[in-house]
């Protein structure tokens, strides 16, 4: 169990639970064979951390049918799968590794699937105040296409990402490099300050000046001008103290 940093406040927040999952729908893959290595390892560091792997192919993730309730609304009208399920893992959780293999230089329909239910996330930053990393496992091509799109979506759900690790063919998956991945992710935690940096902080102003000054009530998007206007998320000054009241809201529930 680490505690990361907050200069904005000058107190520590602990970092403990740890949330892995899995985006592939081979349940005897290279991917979650290498991500449960990596759990595993971090248990036994004698870090303190809480882990949890979980496998999409073990749940039930319908399609988004693109009718844009979750933009307009702030809700998904579909709710007779597992989404739910997940979305409260990851508001569980203060660190998130993203796992994948290379399908075609892009990411697994799974993930896909996973990724457009959460795709209004994006105008909200739920998740800010969580930490995220991604393994990708390919047997030749696609992890830097897979790492450019996922570090460049994660973001504008609030997630600070922090590192990538790429098993690229069979030669990186020994164990002696699994073992200084996982201590690469354990070190990487305990030396983060905050949960910001510049790219969040450019992200959480342009939402600002798109929601706090156009707020006319008369727009399709009236949940998302709601959500911006509040008077706990006018207040915050920058993404920092944004991302402790997500933090604080979310706990609790």
Known sequence: ???????????????????????????????????????????????GFTCELVHLSDYNISECDGCQSCFIKGFC????????????????SDIVIWACPSYLDNVPGCFKKLLDRMAHFTHTMDFSGKLAFV?????????????????KIFPY?????IDCYKFIGREKSNSKYINNVSENIIHSIKMCYGFSNIDLE???????????????????DLYEVNYWNQ???????????????IRNNRSNY
């Open 1 to 47: 169990m680490y505690l990361a940093k907050n200069n904005m406040r000058g107190r520590c927040l602990v970092m403990r639970k740890i949330l892995a999952i899995v985006a592939s729908n081979n349940k005897k893959s290279r991917t979650k064979e290498v991500t449960n290595q990596i759990i595993c390892d971090i248990k036994a560091s004698g870090s």
């Open 157 to 161: 759900m609030g997630f600070k990402m």
């Open 202 to 220: 450019k992200k959480f102003n342009m939402y600002k000046e798109l929601y706090f000054k156009n707020n006319k009530r008369d727009r399709e």
């Open 135 to 151: 393994i990708i496992t390919t047997s030749n091509s696609g992890s830097e296409e897979i790492r450019r799109y996922l570090f």
């Open 77 to 92: 009208k579909i709710c007779e799968d597992d989404m739910k399920i997940i979305i409260d893992k990851l508001n569980s």
């Open 231 to 245: 008077k706990n998320v006018r207040q915050s000054k920058n993404f920092q103290e944004f991302a402790h009241m």
